[in-house]
């Protein structure tokens, strides 16, 4: 089993940067492939930006060249660096991880709510 905590979400004004944390720990066999995903109220969920067990990276468009992923396996956490925010960017956003294995997240965290205006 793995659990996955975040942390880091907070209201900023358009234009504002935040850190996004995710803290992993249980079988990190299942942690290898992660993710960040966000939703906002009445959208589909979207993958914002991913990394693999390699750590090949890689964002979705709507955040190319403002948020960055990254991960450090020897504290056990996932980031999400969002920098020159967007009142469209407000949404809950989720860690996920999953075996490089499958291709489906098993694993979610609670979110973390972020609001831009």
């Known amino acids: 089993h793995v659990q996955l905590v975040e942390s880091g979400g907070a209201s900023v004004q358009t234009g504002g940067s935040l850190r996004l944390s995710c803290a992993f720990s249980g079988n990190t066999r299942n942690t290898h492939c992660m993710a960040w995903f966000r939703q906002a109220p009445g959208k589909e969920r979207e993958g914002v930006a991913f990394v693999d067990g390699t750590g090949n990276t890689a964002v979705a468009d709507s955040v190319k060249g403002r948020f960055t992923i990254s991960k450090d396996d020897a504290k056990y956490t996932l980031y999400l660096q969002m920098n020159n925010l967007e009142p469209e960017d407000t949404a809950m956003y989720y860690c996920?991880?999953?075996?490089?294995?499958?291709?489906?997240?098993?694993?979610w965290g609670q979110g973390t709510q972020v609001t831009v205006s």
């Open positions: 996920a991880a999953r075996s490089c294995m499958s291709s489906q997240y098993r694993y």
